[in-house]
Nanobody, 122 residues
Framework: QEQLVESGGGLVQAGGSLRLSCAAS????????MGWFRQGPGKEREFVGR????????YYADSVKGRFTISRDNAKKTVYLQMDSLKPDDTAVYYC???????????????WGQGTRVTVSS
């Protein structure tokens, strides 16, 4: 039902910041929990964080807690991932997904974007 498109990736130096966006084209964006995942070189896709349908509740992986912030604007049908204090280990393709549940599991997300690449240099 939802088509998602990520943007905002690029090359940044360690310690820098970057903001990713995920724009939805479906009519039911505000009903979904939105999650961010990433897949680094030679690694499996891992959970980064999620945000509730109303933006009240957020949850983050320990690896990014305190550095990354998820927000959403339902009027614009967009979810954001603000990334601060970036580390080389954050290098990955970042994906947004939509789910009907507050979950960290990949298979619980029904819709996915194409991904946007983030490279953090040292």
């Amino acid at each position: 039902q939802e088509q998602l498109v990520e943007s905002g990736g690029g090359l940044v130096q360690a310690g820098g910041s970057l903001r990713l966006s995920c724009a939805a084209s479906g009519r039911a964006f505000s009903r979904y929990v939105m999650g961010w995942f990433r897949q680094g070189p030679g690694k499996e896709r891992e959970f980064v964080g999620r945000i509730s349908w109303d933006g009240v509740r957020t949850y983050y992986a320990d690896s990014v807690k305190g550095r990354f912030t998820i927000s959403r604007d339902n009027a614009k049908k967009t979810v954001y991932l603000q990334m601060d204090s970036l580390k080389p280990d954050d290098t990955a393709v970042y994906y947004c997904g939509a789910s009907g549940r507050e979950t960290t599991l990949n298979h619980d997300y029904s819709y996915w974007g194409q991904g946007t690449r983030v490279t953090v240099s040292s």
